[in-house]
Nanobody, 125 residues
Framework: QVQLVESGGGLVQAGGSLRLSCAAS????????MGWFRQAPGKEREFVAA????????YYADSVKGRFTISRDNAKNTVYLQMNSLKPEDMAVYYC??????????????????WGLGTQVTVSS
């Protein structure tokens, strides 16, 4: 069992930066690939980024590539999402999630076993 709690969301002007954190409980955190997703009002939840258990591989949605960086600190049971050059279209609730082992692609919500409750990111233009 893994419990996830996101933090770091807030209001920022377009062009600004935020760093989201996701704190995990559970001894097995370091064995999970972790992902960030987001959901804007009226839209489906979409993939943002993922990082493998060792941090050796990362994956990004095209819409955030070059602006967002995912990282993790297994000693602190925490995964981060550094968001730079924020745009109004980045505004959403951001969720972190733990990928179900051997379930396939990191890009699909159905392949994630545990989810946090989300943190709101608001970008003003």
């Amino acid at each position: 069992q893994v419990q996830l709690v996101e933090s770091g969301g807030g209001l920022v002007q377009a062009g600004g930066s935020l760093r989201l954190s996701c704190a995990a409980s559970g001894r097995t955190f370091s064995s999970y690939t972790m992902g960030w997703f987001r959901q804007a009002p009226g839209k489906e939840r979409e993939f943002v980024a993922a990082i493998t258990w060792s941090g050796g591989s990362t994956y990004y949605a095209d819409s955030v590539k070059g602006r967002f960086t995912i990282s993790r600190d297994n000693a602190k049971n925490t995964v981060y999402l550094q968001m730079n050059s924020l745009k109004p279209e980045d505004m959403a609730v951001y969720y972190c999630a733990a990928h179900s082992p051997a379930s396939g692609s990191y890009y699909y919500t159905d392949n994630y076993r545990y989810w946090g409750l989300g943190t709101q990111v608001t970008v003003s233009s």
